[in-house]
């Protein structure tokens, strides 16, 4: 294989992983907080190094209106959203297909302490490492942001399945580079509202 050429076509865009229904918060987690953990996941990956930043709905519908994004966001509606997160993956991949694109940064709307700072820091190692592969680690647990270089994408798209999106192909991969953020973030999924919260 050749070496890769890293001196054009670096741009990053950022996905925001926010289809599902969200069974166990009790409604789906785009609309979480008044859409204060959208919101924040937005600003994360824009703030952090990435542009576009796309938001992939699906059991809100697919009017992005009743969200109240911030200005400049992109939406697309995954029609085949409720058959698992492999759906959302494949489609967000299909939309960063525009030339100029190299990366893709995946961060679930369900880490809303992940902040811009965890972003950039994944997004560089990811560009300054021969896999093109990235991803936040806190406290030795494997977590997001996610960054792939669009040489992966292809291969991801046959082999993702069901609800396990990328994993499925980053899971066996030995060159994933691992990123301690501890020290930025918990990034503790949320899949439970607090206690007394309406």
């Known amino acids: 294989m050749p070496p890769v050429d890293r001196s054009t076509h670096t741009s990053c865009a950022g996905i925001v992983l926010a289809a ?11 609309l979480a907080e008044n859409g204060a953990w959208l919101r924040a996941a937005i600003t ?3 703030e952090g190094g990435c542009d576009p930043v796309i938001v992939m709905l699906g059991a ?10 911030p200005a400049g966001t992109r939406c697309r ?9 492999s759906a959302t993956v494949r489609d967000a991949l299909r939309a960063c297909t525009e030339k100029g694109t190299r990366y893709v940064a995946f961060l679930p709307v369900d880490t809303p302490d992940i902040g811009a700072d965890v972003v950039a820091r994944v997004l560089a190692t ?22 792939i270089e669009n040489k992966h994408w292809e291969a991801i798209s046959k082999t993702t399945v069901g609800d396990i999106g990328a994993g499925s ?22 899949d439970f509202p607090e206690v ?3």
């Open 44 to 46: 994360a990956l824009r």
């Open 20 to 30: 599902g229904a969200g069974t166990r918060y009790g409604k789906p987690k785009a």
């Open 126 to 147: 990811a560009r300054s490492s021969q896999s093109g592969l990235a991803r936040a680690v806190f406290h030795n647990t494997p977590g997001h942001p996610v960054v």
């Open 169 to 190: 192909y980053l899971g066996g991969r030995q060159d994933m580079v691992c990123v301690t953020c501890d020290d930025l973030a918990t990034g503790t999924d949320r």
């Open 60 to 69: 809100t519908g697919p009017d992005p209106g009743v969200l109240g994004l």
């Open 196 to 198: 007394g919260a309406r």
């Open 77 to 85: 509606w995954v029609a085949d959203w409720a058959t698992g997160l």
